[in-house]
């Protein structure tokens, strides 16, 4: 079985017509549906259709039988035939209007209820690869295109189309070589539009893809405000939006006009069989060879027959711009969900034995393996954490456990019931699940809550709060629970945030509860306080928990430490330190640093000595050393500093998580390296006045240790083994750079 069959979006343009056949296909299949509304809607257009033509038609009766021959009698009965005709038309063409306002509004509901509903079914592979611009692009412009073509398909295009068929017959009644003549109309209408029609659709679809880049562009900045004012990116910012929208203009430029191009042809070419129409039918009234009131009828119901041409052509390149839409959509509509439920899946019953990965293989693309032969055992009831180096796949081990992917190869089991084999819904409704930002929902702090069980009483949200050490703080908010949290819980501290989302999570009475990273990206006093909650909540229940912070994991029964896709030790706290492998180096990169309450960090002698470069250091070099360091803090999401930026700090990491950038050759971005707690950077900056070789950018809030130029090259005046040290860090970090650069 492939896990991962949704293929990412191609750049390639659509073949011209399918679109359009997709969107009248879907009409047609909302009609069938409501094939109640279609009869109705029929009926209404035949007497529309048959008041249009009855008009016109009327001319050769009124000039031939009443005008002409001064018969009154006749000349009366025509109006008043007329006149109770314009009485059931308009009758008619009310309920008209209602009905097909009720079918287009519910056709339209119908696939935007589809596309969401789609959309709920989808892997977490399609949102990885997926802008959030893209998305909703889908349901905002692309979903207004196809609308107004619906609005206007009744009008537009099916009216004309039936008043065109009637028109045709009438015409070559009243004369056949006339009607010959007219029927001229029908090429000259729709040549010009065929050849140009598969250029004006695939610079739709261009266009809407466009549109969508462009959104994607505006949702990036407003995002990114805070680092874009950091950074005086105002003026970058304005430049490539202003590079988007030229080449949005030149997209729609090129749509407008073909849509425009369409129109013009079949308008010229009509007109030119309208003048052959009038000068024929001129010459053979003028003969003798047909009744005035024929031909004041002839001209009447051929400027109705070119009027539903013309209605025609303008309604087309509305169409083409739904089918560039439609086309989109069904795009969205055809993604394959990468975890879908068997046929005969069958409901999880509650965990009671254990958990188990056998020889589980995975990897996010086929090219790159995260997992490789992972095999544990966790017996319910017991509390396991799951660490290793950034990028060693410890948080991919909790995709696979909470089924948001399947594995490549090996099975993962509850009490031996593999996961494959049971719904989703069901495996999902033993985990309450604490994530490292948890989003919150721009509601109340109720309904916040109430996400982990819908159909909960007060009484056991408020119970859940209570258990999550929340309850007290909410009723001491003005509004209480009725709180509004603000968009992504913005109204409400890290802390806060976190706690509600423990007790969403214990709202569902979880047998396993999932903590990743979940206080990671809190302060030092939050992140205590936290865990304390956790461990009481967690007493009773399996804990599956995975973090780079070692010191909140020392008391779990079990730790797995995952290195390069493979377990490669387990065990208790002080038996891993024992056996001195890669959880002792890990644990001994996190220790030395003191972080006080208030936020300010010290770093121990005995710290730096652990530090390669810093080795050869006397203790009273490295105490001055320490106390050489500065505490510097940054929210997550902020850009340390850019490559190419001046260089004249050294940072090492007293707390948090943040990623390593390089520019490539051809002009793109690559990561290098992941860091977290102990890891330290910039060490280039110190021994060169360079600019920095690489970006850093924080992946949660950090606090530095650093230390500037100036001291450490006093310091190295001093150490020539200091000097001698650094140099080669340098050079093995450019080294690195420049081979990834290269690539």
């Known amino acids: 079985m492939n896990p991962h069959p949704e293929s990412p979006p191609s750049d390639a343009t659509p073949a011209p017509a399918t679109g359009i056949r997709q969107t009248v296909a879907y009409v047609g ?46 000349l009366i009965a025509i109006l008043i035939g007329l006149a109770v005709s314009l009485v059931v038309a308009a009758v008619a063409g009310l309920g008209l209007d209602y009905l097909y306002a009720k079918f287009s509004t519910g056709v339209l509901n119908d696939l935007r209820l589809q596309m969401f509903t789609h959309l709920q079914r989808l892997s977490m592979n399609f949102f990885a690869r997926s802008q959030a611009a893209d998305i909703l692009a889908r349901f905002s412009s692309d979903l207004a295109s196809f609308d107004h073509a619906l609005e206007l398909l009744l009008d537009g295009c099916v009216l004309p189309a039936l008043d ?10 009243l004369d056949w070589r006339l009607g010959l003549i007219a029927m001229l109309a029908l090429p000259a209408c729709f040549v010009g539009p065929r050849l140009i029609t ?51 203009a030149k997209v729609c430029l090129r749509v407008n006009f073909l849509s ?9 070419g009509t007109l030119v069989v309208q003048v052959l129409v009038l000068g024929v039918g001129g010459y ?33 390149p509305t169409l083409v711009q739904a089918g560039a839409g439609m086309q989109r959509i069904q795009e969205l509509l055809a993604e394959i969900p990468g975890v879908a439920d068997q046929p005969d899946a069958q409901p999880l019953p509650r965990l009671a034995r254990e958990i188990r990965f056998s020889g589980v293989n995975f990897g996010y693309s086929p090219a790159r393996r995260i997992l490789d032969d992972v095999s544990f055992v966790i017996k319910a009831g017991e509390s396991v954490a799951f660490v290793g180096p950034s990028g060693s796949g410890k948080s991919t081990v909790l995709t696979i456990l909470t089924r948001f992917y399947e594995p490549d190869a090996g099975v993962v089991a509850f009490d031996g019931q593999e996961l494959r084999t049971v719904l989703q819904d069901s495996l999902r409704r033993q985990l309450g699940v604490v994530f490292q930002e948890s989003l919150l929902f721009d509601t109340s702090i109720r309904d916040n809550i109430r996400v982990g069980k819908a159909d909960a009483s007060e009484s056991e949200i408020e119970a859940a709060a209570r258990a999550a050490e929340m309850h007290e703080l909410i009723l001491a908010m003005p509004d209480g629970y009725d709180t509004l949290v603000g968009e992504r819980g913005g109204r409400l501290s890290g802390g806060q945030r976190q706690r509600i989302a423990i007790a969403r999570a214990l709202l569902r009475d979880p047998r396993v509860l999932v903590l990743d990273e979940a206080t990671s990206a809190l302060d030092a006093a939050s992140e205590a306080s936290i865990n ?41 706290h002080d038996d891993l330190l024992a056996l001195g492998g890669v959880y002792a180096t890990l644990w001994e990169k996190q220790q030395g640093f003191v972080i006080a309450d208030g936020g300010g960090a010290r770093v121990e002698a005995s710290r730096l000595q652990a530090i390669p ?40 990491v007293a707390r948090g998580k943040l990623s390593v950038w390089v520019n490539t050759a051809d002009g ?53 083994k200091l000097r001698e040290a650094f140099r080669q860090v340098v050079a093995e970090r450019l080294k690195v750079s420049t081979a990834v650069r290269q690539s």
């Open 260 to 268: 425009s191009l369409i129109e013009r042809s079949a308008y010229i």
């Open 198 to 248: 598969p250029r004006a659709t695939a610079a739709g679809y261009l266009r809407k893809r466009s549109e969508s880049q462009t959104a994607s562009t505006v949702q990036e900045n407003i995002s990114g405000q805070s680092v874009i004012k950091v950074f005086s990116l105002e003026k970058p910012m304005l430049a490539r939006f202003a590079e988007r929208l030229a080449h949005l």
């Open 284 to 316: 053979m009234a003028f003969r003798g060879q047909l009744t005035i009131g024929s031909l004041a009828a002839f001209q009447a119901l051929f400027g109705n027959f070119i009027n539903s041409l013309a209605s025609f052509t303008h309604f087309y």
């Open 29 to 74: 299949a909302a009609l069938r549906v409501r094939w109640g509304v279609g009869l109705l809607l029929l009926g209404g257009l035949l007497i529309e259709m048959a008041f249009n033509s009855a008009v016109p038609l009327s001319f050769k009766y009124l000039v031939d039988y009443a005008i002409l021959p001064r018969n009154e009698t006749v």
């Open 613 to 652: 470069m810093l080795q050869a250091l006397e203790q009273d070099v490295l105490a001055t050393l320490a106390d050489s360091f500065i505490t510097e803090r940054c929210p997550a999401g902020r850009d340390v500093f850019r490559e190419g930026d001046p260089g004249d700090k050294f940072y090492i």
């Open 532 to 572: 304390q909650t956790l461990e009481r909540v967690a007493k009773g229940r399996t804990l599956v928990s995975v973090t780079h912070r070692l010191a909140t994991i020392v008391n779990m029964d079990r730790i797995f430490v995952i290195d390069n896709g493979h377990l490669v030790e387990q065990g208790r």
């Open 668 to 720: 793109g971005r690559r990561q290098i390296r992941s860091m977290d707690d102990g890891d330290y950077f910039g060490e280039i900056a110190l021994m060169e006045d360079s600019p920095r070789s690489a970006s850093v950018r924080t992946s949660t809030d950090c606090t530095f240790l650093t230390l500037a130029r100036d001291p450490f090259l006093k310091l190295l005046q001093r150490e020539p």
């Open 164 to 173: 065109i068929a009637l028109t045709v017959g009438l015409l070559f009644m």
